[in-house]
Protein backbone atom coordinates (compact mmCIF):
# COMPACT_ATOMS: atom_id res chain seq x y z
CA UNK A 1 0.00 0.00 0.00
CA UNK A 2 1.18 3.10 -0.93
CA UNK A 3 2.59 5.75 1.78
CA UNK A 4 0.88 9.36 1.91
CA UNK A 5 3.58 11.79 -0.09
CA UNK A 6 2.29 14.82 1.94
CA UNK A 7 2.44 13.30 5.40
CA UNK A 8 6.05 11.21 4.68
CA UNK A 9 7.23 14.83 3.27
CA UNK A 10 5.80 16.15 6.37
CA UNK A 11 8.02 14.21 8.66
CA UNK A 12 11.07 14.90 6.34
CA UNK A 13 13.63 16.63 8.07
CA UNK A 14 14.35 19.75 5.89
CA UNK A 15 18.10 18.44 5.03
CA UNK A 16 16.59 15.46 3.28
CA UNK A 17 14.17 16.82 0.57
CA UNK A 18 14.42 20.13 -1.75
CA UNK A 19 12.31 22.03 -4.48
CA UNK A 20 13.08 22.37 -7.78
CA UNK A 21 11.71 24.50 -10.50
CA UNK A 22 11.14 22.73 -13.43
CA UNK A 23 11.06 24.43 -17.11
CA UNK A 24 8.34 23.83 -19.63
CA UNK A 25 8.85 23.14 -23.16
CA UNK A 26 7.95 26.59 -24.33
CA UNK A 27 10.32 27.91 -21.76
CA UNK A 28 7.69 29.97 -20.19
CA UNK A 29 6.59 28.38 -16.99
CA UNK A 30 7.78 25.95 -14.37
CA UNK A 31 6.55 23.89 -12.72
CA UNK A 32 7.69 23.09 -8.53
CA UNK A 33 8.57 19.28 -7.74
CA UNK A 34 9.68 18.19 -4.64
CA UNK A 35 12.89 16.16 -4.51
CA UNK A 36 14.17 13.53 -1.57
CA UNK A 37 17.59 12.88 -0.56
CA UNK A 38 18.81 9.65 -1.75
CA UNK A 39 22.63 9.60 -1.06
CA UNK A 40 25.13 12.05 0.16
CA UNK A 41 29.21 12.15 0.16
CA UNK A 42 31.36 15.10 1.91
CA UNK A 43 31.29 16.97 -1.72
CA UNK A 44 28.31 15.80 -3.11
CA UNK A 45 24.44 15.35 -2.98
CA UNK A 46 21.83 13.13 -4.97
CA UNK A 47 18.47 13.70 -5.32
CA UNK A 48 15.24 12.36 -6.96
CA UNK A 49 12.23 13.79 -8.04
CA UNK A 50 8.95 12.51 -6.73
CA UNK A 51 7.30 13.74 -9.91
CA UNK A 52 5.83 10.31 -12.11
CA UNK A 53 8.98 10.68 -14.55
CA UNK A 54 11.68 10.63 -11.61
CA UNK A 55 14.87 12.33 -12.66
CA UNK A 56 18.23 12.73 -10.56
CA UNK A 57 19.65 15.49 -9.60
CA UNK A 58 22.98 15.73 -8.57
CA UNK A 59 24.35 19.30 -5.64
CA UNK A 60 28.29 19.25 -5.73
CA UNK A 61 30.28 21.39 -3.58
CA UNK A 62 32.44 23.85 -5.15
CA UNK A 63 35.58 23.39 -4.23
CA UNK A 64 36.97 26.40 -1.92
CA UNK A 65 32.99 28.10 -2.36
CA UNK A 66 29.87 28.24 0.08
CA UNK A 67 28.11 27.42 -3.60
CA UNK A 68 26.79 24.54 -5.12
CA UNK A 69 26.43 23.18 -8.49
CA UNK A 70 23.05 22.11 -9.52
CA UNK A 71 22.94 19.35 -12.54
CA UNK A 72 20.35 17.06 -13.85
CA UNK A 73 22.31 13.72 -13.92
CA UNK A 74 21.11 12.49 -17.59
CA UNK A 75 24.21 9.52 -17.63
CA UNK A 76 23.00 6.87 -15.02
CA UNK A 77 26.56 6.19 -14.71
CA UNK A 78 27.19 9.36 -12.59
CA UNK A 79 24.19 8.50 -10.70
CA UNK A 80 25.87 4.70 -10.11
CA UNK A 81 29.26 6.05 -9.17
CA UNK A 82 27.38 8.59 -6.62
CA UNK A 83 25.47 6.07 -5.08
CA UNK A 84 28.72 4.09 -4.53
CA UNK A 85 30.80 6.67 -3.11
CA UNK A 86 27.94 7.41 -0.56
CA UNK A 87 27.84 3.75 0.18
CA UNK A 88 31.40 3.16 0.03
CA UNK A 89 31.68 6.87 2.53
CA UNK A 90 29.71 4.48 5.11
CA UNK A 91 25.78 3.64 6.30
CA UNK A 92 24.12 7.59 6.76
CA UNK A 93 25.34 8.76 9.86
CA UNK A 94 23.80 12.20 9.41
CA UNK A 95 26.38 13.57 7.19
CA UNK A 96 27.19 10.91 4.35
CA UNK A 97 25.96 8.18 3.07
CA UNK A 98 22.83 6.72 1.34
CA UNK A 99 19.20 7.06 3.06
CA UNK A 100 17.86 3.68 2.80
CA UNK A 101 14.34 5.23 4.32
CA UNK A 102 13.67 7.85 1.48
CA UNK A 103 14.81 4.85 -0.72
CA UNK A 104 12.13 2.27 0.37
CA UNK A 105 9.79 5.21 0.29
CA UNK A 106 10.38 6.19 -3.35
CA UNK A 107 10.09 1.85 -4.06
CA UNK A 108 6.70 1.89 -2.22
CA UNK A 109 5.49 4.98 -4.31
CA UNK A 110 6.18 3.99 -7.88
Do not use: W
Not at 34 to 45: G, V
Not at 89 to 107: A, K, M, S, T, W
Amino acid sequence: MPLDTASFLLHTPESEKTTIHIRSADGLSTTPCEALLIAQTKRQKLYITLEKKRRYLGYTQVPNSEEEEIDFLRDYEEVEALLEDAGLDGVYDGEQGILYHNLLFLLMNP
